[in-house]
């Protein structure tokens, strides 16, 4: 298992869509804008809180599968509203 955190600015985020049929965790909310489900929290809190919020950050726990279906949710993004960073060390992996 590897950590990676995971950004999606919902500024940017035009809920187009691609980055959720990538990934398990992401899912787009009722204004059509993704966010990000955080292992062992309700599904609908998650998207509740993510309702106030510019930028939501998650630090995600995945499989090194997992980790290649983050980064192709967020190159799948049209407006790279999806950043990954390294959570250790802050180094920004994408875009
Ligand atoms: S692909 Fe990009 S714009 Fe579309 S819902 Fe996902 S984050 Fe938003």
């Given at each position: ?26 899912e ?5 804008k ?15 809180e993510?309702?106030?919020?510019k ?13 290649e ?27």
């Open positions: 298992m590897g950590k990676l955190k995971v950004v999606v600015d919902r500024i940017i985020c035009e809920g187009i869509g691609p980055c959720a049929e990538e990934t398990k965790y992401i787009l909310d009722r204004k059509h993704a966010v990000i489900l955080e292992p062992g929290k309700d599904k609908e809190k998650v998207m509740e993510a309702q106030k919020l930028r939501q950050e998650v630090i995600l726990d995945l499989t090194p599968e997992e980790e279906e983050i980064f192709r949710a967020a190159e799948a993004c049209p407006v790279k509203a999806i950043f990954i960073y390294d959570p250790d060390t802050g180094e920004q992996l994408y875009p």
